[in-house]
């Protein structure tokens, strides 16, 4: 199981400690480091930063969102960096929900999302392949544009740039069974947002058919600490916010994820209270229990033990948010391949 360092999106300002973590992560043997974007900070222009910062270490997108660009934007922002970092470039899509498509990126939420992830995928994997122009007769990302505000005078066009790699990996963030399906299909790999390796028989049916190197990289909070219930409030604050904020109640896909993992009434729960305005008391009706099982956290010994539970199962890269660098030496030394310092 390789590691990976997720850094996430900006808060209110950039985190000066994100470059240094992601060098740190480089010099200690960690393969691959990640951004992300919500409706602040974009996922690119960090990466960008971090990859002139470093030599070896992977790129990764977890995730940049399909609404924020068009599929041809989305490819040329990856075959740049793909070819300024010489090759370390792994693209990492989301769909998002609909509160943030139509109220942030003023946009329609897909009707059909599998079939517009599909046809997003697909234009990118034509740019990157450029064997000729690209052309999709598609519900959501036809190219040329046929609508009905069309001109008429678009012109099938394939990118100037000759992309570094055709075969960029492009990786999928998706929670629902008939999506998860869908992206061990069409994608080299896929970002759980929440993985617990004690319910692993959550996504079986929907990973049944995985092709030989599919990536399986799930986001996991991990601190080395003492105190395990204090280490595992950021976890809580998380769930809190993306449970009971991130969606509609009547359509949060975060929240429907955490009911398939067993904690539906304390999923209802939780957006109940964080609706009502009650933040502080939905972050504390966050289970102790799904906190720990989707986390890293504890003494030394604690997290050796868990850790033994990601590696049986059939994660490939566990990508770890990790506030401090003894963490990140921690997990590479439990992982069995930390560099000598």
Wanted: net charge negative; hydrophobic share 45%; glycine share 10%.
């Amino acid at each position: 199981m390789r590691l990976g360092l997720a850094l996430g999106y900006w808060g209110r300002g950039p985190d000066p400690g994100h470059v240094e973590l992601a060098v740190e992560a480089e010099r200690l043997g960690y393969d691959s480091v990640w951004t992300a974007e919500a409706w602040g900070s974009d996922a690119f222009t960090p990466l960008a930063w971090i990859a002139a910062r470093t030599s070896r270490i992977r790129l990764g997108t977890a995730v940049a969102q399909m609404a924020a660009r068009t599929p041809t934007a989305t490819a040329m922002h990856a075959l740049t960096l793909d070819h300024l970092s010489g090759g370390r470039m792994m693209l990492g899509l989301g769909l998002s929900g609909p509160q943030v498509v139509e109220g942030w990126y003023g946009r329609p939420f897909p009707k059909s999302p599998l079939t517009a992830t599909r046809e997003y995928v697909e234009v990118i994997r034509q740019v990157l392949r450029r064997e000729g122009p690209v052309e999709l007769d598609g519900r959501f990302h036809p190219h040329p544009y046929t609508g009905p505000e069309a001109t008429g005078l678009g012109k099938p066009l394939k990118p100037i740039t000759h992309p570094l790699r055709s075969d960029l990996p492009v990786l999928l963030g998706a929670e629902g069974p008939r999506n998860i399906a869908q992206t061990a299909r069409i994608a080299d790999g896929w970002l759980p947002l929440y993985w617990s390796p004690m319910r692993t028989d959550v996504y079986e049916a929907s990973l049944t058919e995985l092709r030989e190197g599919f990536v399986i990289a799930p986001m996991a909070r991990a601190q080395v600490c003492d105190d395990v219930a204090e280490g595992l409030l950021p976890v809580k604050a998380m769930l809190g916010f993306y449970i009971g904020g991130m969606g509609h109640a009547a359509r949060n896909f975060h929240a429907d994820l955490m009911a398939r993992m067993g904690f539906e009434e304390e999923a209802r729960r939780i957006q109940q209270l964080f609706l009502e305005g009650r933040r502080e008391e939905a972050i504390e009706a966050v289970p102790d229990a799904f906190a720990d099982e989707i986390s890293l956290v504890g003494p030394r010994q604690r997290i050796a033990e868990r850790l033994e539970l990601w590696r049986k199962g059939p994660v490939t890269d566990l990508l770890v948010t990790a506030p401090d660098p003894l963490t990140l030496r921690t997990l590479a030394e439990l992982n069995g391949w930390a560099a000598s310092a």
